[in-house]
């Protein structure tokens, strides 16, 4: 069977996160984050694929106080990823972490200028502290509303059930559902009570050794996020 993730080469896909915070029991407010990816697929060095993501475009819902403008500025910090990924798909190592660091740098600087006070100095250090520890980084990167829909994990197992464990505290359970040439992968979870999360469910859709799209929807207290991938081209 050809690797689903050597597929993934020269393929465009719409990534988007659409978070629903209730602010009380009458007031919800709805944002969106959408990205235009590109990835190419560069072969394979001891048993690892190498990868370029490339974000060429962002949509972002309207946001205008400080700190939604602040967020859609340091969100460029991570439009060029170079990265080594294993045969189940997870991401391994981080090639261009020294530029990363070198940019952030100097988005740090401009944003100095004009963003001041505790909060954004704590959202800077975050950020630092991050670039700093490569395997915290691989874990926030892997998360589903950085590049988790592309690489999890998941898109290698269509044969057996598979369980993993979530950064939230669950476990995630992986069933694959097979229909002529396409296969289905059902996303549940167990073991929800030991989390914050009160729901979790997700679909992973592979047609001809295409990954297609993609889905994930995450109910917490005060929030319902539904991260999505759909190939565009």
């Known amino acids: 069977m050809v690797n689903i993730l050597q597929n993934l080469h020269q393929k465009t896909y719409r990534l988007e996160t659409i978070v629903t915070e209730q602010k009380n029991p009458v007031y919800f407010t709805t944002k969106s984050y959408a990205r235009q990816v590109e990835v190419y697929y560069f072969g394979k060095v001891k048993e690892q694929?190498?990868?370029q993501i490339l974000v060429v475009d962002f949509d972002f819902s309207d946001d205008e106080e400080a700190m939604g403008k602040l967020i859609k500025k340091i969100s460029y910090l991570f439009d060029e990823l170079e990265?080594?990924?294993d045969?189940?798909?997870?991401?391994?190592?981080?090639?261009?972490?020294l530029s990363l660091r070198l940019r952030w740098l100097?988005?740090?600087?401009?944003?100095?200028e004009n963003?001041?006070?505790?909060a954004v100095e704590h959202y800077f250090n975050q950020i630092s502290n991050l670039l700093e520890d490569e395997a915290r980084l691989i874990e926030f990167l892997?998360?589903?509303?950085?590049?988790?829909?592309?690489?999890?994990?998941?898109?290698?197992s269509f044969d057996t059930k598979m369980k993993r464990e979530s950064s939230e505290g669950f476990t995630e359970i992986m069933t694959p559902v097979k229909k002529g040439d396409t296969v289905a992968l059902k996303i549940s979870a167990e073991n929800l009570e030991e989390s914050e999360v009160e729901h979790f469910r997700g679909l992973f859709v592979c047609k001809k050794n295409h990954y297609e799209e993609g889905f994930i929807e995450i109910k917490k207290h005060n929030y319902h996020l539904k991260h999505s991938l759909v190939w565009t081209g």
């Open 142 to 156: 892997g998360r589903y509303q950085m590049f988790g829909l592309l690489f999890n994990g998941l898109l290698n």
């Open 115 to 118: 963003h001041k006070g505790e």
């Open 106 to 112: 100097k988005i740090q600087k401009e944003l100095s």
């Open 49 to 51: 694929h190498q990868f």
């Open 87 to 97: 045969e189940e798909g997870n991401i391994m190592t981080v090639d261009n972490l």
């Open 83 to 85: 990265c080594k990924v």
